[in-house]
Each structure stands twice: as C-alpha cells, then as structure tokens.
C-alpha cells in the first residue's frame, strides 16, 4: 500500500472551485458557455465547479489518454471520446485536473481549434509548472503544485484513489 499526504484538504480545494466558478461566471457574463470536462480526471472538478457557475451552460466530455505505466506518461496520445465536428459559435471552456508537461494539452487545444469554436479557454485545478515542456496557455489555475505525483478528487494511481474529497501526495 501506498503512503499518502495530504497535500491540499477537502474545505480549500471547495473554496478554490467556488472563486473559480465566480471568476468563470463574471468573465462569461452575456456570453455561452460549454464546459469541456476531459475524462476521467477531471469528473470530480467539472461537478463541482459546474455546480457553482451560477448560469445557463453546456457540458460536454472528451476522453483522452497518454498511456503509459504508473507515474510515467507514455508521450503517445489517445483520443477515445470526441466533441462533434463543428462547434461554431460555442465558447469551449476545457476543465483539467493537472496539467503536467503540457503535452496532452497543447495536443487537445489544436485538435478543437479545427472545430472552429467561437473561443477556447482553458481551466486547471493543478498546475505543476516546473514540469512544463509545451507552451500552454491556461486561463484559470487552481493550485500550482510542486513536482510531485498526486491523487484524489478524481486523480488515480493505477486507476485507485479517485474518489479521495482531498489532493494527497503518494509517497
Ligand atoms: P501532460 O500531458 O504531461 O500535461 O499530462 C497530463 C495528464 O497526466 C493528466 O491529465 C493526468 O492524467 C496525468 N498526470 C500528470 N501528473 C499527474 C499526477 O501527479 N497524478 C495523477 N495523474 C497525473
Ligand atoms: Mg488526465
């Protein structure tokens, strides 16, 4: 068994997505909203944050995977689960759990670009910038973490410890 830490408990991750989802709320005011929540990590964030974003808007789910064993990822990119070709007029906002090397990311945002959106924007409840090997911008950040390998609120180890309310560190 694994050793965990918490690293950031349950009642400061809910504060964080409550000013998020303000923040969100003001920034999208008179305008569209669809939630782009990539599967399965950032489940638990859309939820709660979707929940918090007092206006009308959509949800939509992409699955994407970079297999590879354990802590590691693979590099090699896997769409499972697309949005529908055209996405005129939709303002795509994505909703991340982590962003590590940017790669997943960076992939994602050209790969929605060809559905002409009316924007894109990007949301991340963990950032680990020391790790960052592609440029991506993101336009909210919940938490910078340091380089570290985390679960919890929907993050796995070996698909284990999603359902943690808390971000803990494994040991
Ligand atoms: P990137 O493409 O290197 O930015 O990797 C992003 C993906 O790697 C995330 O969506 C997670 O699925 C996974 N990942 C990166 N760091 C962690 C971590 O600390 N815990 C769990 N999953 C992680
Ligand atoms: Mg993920």
């Known amino acids: 068994m694994e050793e965990l830490k918490v690293l950031i408990d349950e009642q400061t991750i809910q504060?964080?997505?409550?000013?998020?989802?303000?923040?969100?709320?003001?920034d999208y005011e008179g305008k569209d909203l669809t939630l782009v929540c990539i599967l399965k990590g950032s489940t638990f964030f859309t939820v709660d944050l979707a929940k918090r974003i007092d206006k009308k808007l959509k949800l939509q789910f992409m699955k994407i995977s970079s297999y590879g064993a354990e802590k590691i990822?693979?590099?090699?990119?896997?769409?499972?689960?697309?949005?529908?070709?055209?996405?005129?007029?939709?303002?795509?906002?994505?909703?991340?759990?982590i962003i590590d090397t940017?790669?997943?990311l960076s992939y994602l945002i050209k790969h929605l670009k060809e559905k002409s959106p009316a924007s894109i924007?990007?949301?991340?409840?963990?950032?680990?910038?020391?790790?960052?090997?592609?440029d991506v911008k993101v336009d909210y950040v919940g938490f910078?973490?340091?380089?570290k390998f985390v679960v919890?609120?929907?993050l796995d180890y070996n698909e284990i410890y999603r359902?943690?309310?808390y971000i803990a560190e494994v040991g």
């Open 152 to 154: 919890g609120y929907g």
């Open 15 to 26: 504060d964080k997505v409550y000013d998020l989802a303000k923040k969100i709320e003001k």
């Open 121 to 134: 924007k990007l949301c991340t409840l963990l950032d680990k910038p020391e790790r960052r090997e592609y």
């Open 73 to 97: 990822s693979s590099g090699k990119i896997n769409l499972e689960l697309d949005l529908p070709d055209n996405m005129e007029n939709e303002n795509l906002l994505i909703v991340e759990d």
């Open 102 to 104: 940017g790669r997943t």
């Open 163 to 165: 359902n943690l309310p």
């Open 144 to 147: 910078e973490i340091p380089d």
